[in-house]
């Protein structure tokens, strides 16, 4: 609940001021242990003074969602369903994932988990810890240069997607000034933030994929790539868009490498700049 911002938005509901992150998690745990003891409303003798309204509503679907949590674990039968495979008969499919990150339909355990639906990602949750990752990058950046980064390089493992939703591919996208847009739970493209939203330049980014990211994710690789070009074709001010800057200067609109499929990282992947392929041609060997 704490990545889905449950908490912050039933707090907000109740309380005459503003809670920070850490207490959010002190005022949960009472609240959750009223719930399953059978409280139905414990928010006067948790919140006392502080509580500005008692919002049934709010109360009754944070309840909710405490016991259908709760019936999810009781649920569970890991060993069960091990025996049963074992015996050759079949379980019941179900997603991966770790319930700490918003993920409560990983419950119950004991299913034949598959990985994810990479139309998914990043999840509404990766984009929150996305955006603190990139001001808490920036914030240090300043720190010990005593400026804005004009260009970031990272790493991207496939372990981003398949356990932490796409937090690192959130934190790109913000670097660029790009929000994704959901519909259903499904990322659907992306919206450029105007400069007063984002209140930051731009910064450019240079990202090496990894194989398993180059293979199984794709969709996540066009879904960056494409924010990448749209955000180089701006027309702001160098001081604002550090990608348009550098693009100006003569680098390539390449920011995306990775190896050839099948191959070591010596060659060039085909320059093919047709919508379908706008991929591969980011990705490039890394040389």
């Known amino acids: 609940m704490r990545f889905d911002s449950e908490i912050e938005k039933f707090l907000s509901a109740l309380m005459d001021r503003p809670v920070a992150e850490k207490e959010q998690e002190a005022l949960a745990r009472p609240f959750i242990s009223a719930f399953l003891a059978g409280d139905t ?13 008692r919002n049934s509503e709010s109360i009754s679907l944070l309840q909710e969602k405490v016991l259908d949590i709760s019936r999810r674990i009781e649920a ?47 999840s509404r949750a990766a984009w929150r810890v996305g955006r603190k990752l990139a001001h808490l990058l920036i914030n240090k950046y300043q720190e010990e240069q005593g400026r804005i980064p004009e260009n970031v390089a990272m790493y991207w493992m496939a372990s981003d997607i398949m356990w932490a939703e796409g937090e690192q591919l959130a934190q790109m996208l913000f670097l660029l000034g790009v929000e994704p847009v959901w519909k259903g739970g499904r990322v659907k493209g992306y919206k450029v933030l105007s400069l007063d939203e984002l209140r930051l330049p731009r910064i450019d980014i240079t990202v090496r994929v990894s194989g398993i990211t180059r293979d199984c994710f794709y969709n996540c690789i066009e879904l960056l790539d494409s924010a990448i070009q749209e955000v180089a074709a701006r027309d702001e ?11 100006l200067q003569g680098s390539s ?35």
């Open 237 to 247: 001010s160098e001081e604002m868009n550090f990608i348009r800057k550098h693009s």
């Open 253 to 287: 609109p390449a920011r995306i490498f990775a190896s050839r499929p099948g191959t070591m990282p010596t060659a060039r992947v085909s320059s093919d700049r047709s919508p379908l392929k706008r991929w591969q041609h980011s990705l490039r060997a890394w040389t």
């Open 76 to 122: 569970s039968q890991e060993m069960k369903s091990l025996l049963h495979g074992m015996e050759g008969g079949f379980i019941e499919p179900g997603p991966s994932g770790l319930i700490t990150r918003g993920k409560p339909d990983v419950l119950p355990t004991g299913r034949n988990f598959y990985s994810l639906d990479p139309a998914t990602v990043p």
């Open 41 to 53: 409303d414990p928010s006067a003798r948790i919140l006392c003074d502080h509580l500005k309204n």
